[in-house]
T-cell receptor, first 113, second 115 residues
């Protein structure tokens, strides 16, 4: 089975800190995604990448950036964390063609204080 | 632009009762449709998907969903729920082609099971 691993389940950071959320997948998937999940708002796409060093903005990219230097790793960066970025962050991956299904990581619950 | 509506934020069902979760989509053609489940503190797990063909699709854990083009709906059903089905359920839609496309998710329906 494809595995998507998010490095931290829980993180607490201070306002203004630079925060890195890491995501690694082990099945050579081309596409990777970062979503943010908030109650009542569902999943909102922050950024996605369909190849190494490629990135595309999703629906809510403001305040975030991403890095994909290797195919298996997709990092989400909060340049200067703010309290309104307190949320659950979900990483997902999928193959670039054929079966459409996403495989999700277990999520990182980030609290910014 | 594609969109997904899950009109029920929260549903409570007795254990052993039947379940139907609603999902309506907006898209110019027949999209690819998905249902995911999220147990507390976990990521999302794919329950089932519809691409084409038979409009009634079977998934894991005894779930099924029916695609109705005329109603732009893809409702999820289960004949008899178990306490372990308590979770949040997300419907998702994607464009009907391969490639580097992304899914759009609904806002989710939280399912509570009472004994």
């Amino acid at each position: 089975d494809v595995k998507v691993t998010q490095s931290s389940r829980y993180l607490v950071k201070r306002t203004g800190e630079k925060v890195f959320l890491e995501c690694v997948q082990d099945m050579d998937h081309e596409n990777m995604f970062w979503y943010r999940q908030d109650p009542g708002l569902g999943l909102r796409l922050i950024y996605f990448s369909y190849d190494v060093k490629m990135k595309e903005k999703g629906d809510i990219p403001e305040g975030y950036s991403v890095s994909r230097e290797k195919k298996e790793r997709f990092s989400l960066i909060l340049e200067s964390a703010s309290t309104n970025q307190t949320s659950m962050y979900l990483c997902a991956s999928r193959t670039g063609g054929g079966d459409y299904g996403y495989t999700f990581g277990s999520g990182t619950r980030l609290t910014v204080v | 632009a594609q969109s997904v509506t899950q009109p029920d934020i929260h549903i409570t069902v007795s254990e052993g009762a039947s379940l139907e979760l609603r999902c309506n989509y907006s898209y110019g053609a027949t999209p690819y449709l998905f249902w995911y489940v999220q147990s507390p503190g976990q990521g999302l797990q794919l329950l089932l998907k519809y691409f084409s063909g038979d409009t009634l699709v079977q998934g894991i854990k005894g779930f099924e969903a029916e695609f109705k083009r005329s109603q732009s709906s893809f409702n999820l059903r289960k004949p008899s729920v178990h306490w372990s089905d308590a979770a949040e359920y997300f419907c998702a839609v994607g464009p009907p082609n391969f490639g580097n496309e992304k899914l759009t998710f609904g806002t989710g329906t939280r399912l509570t099971i009472i004994p």
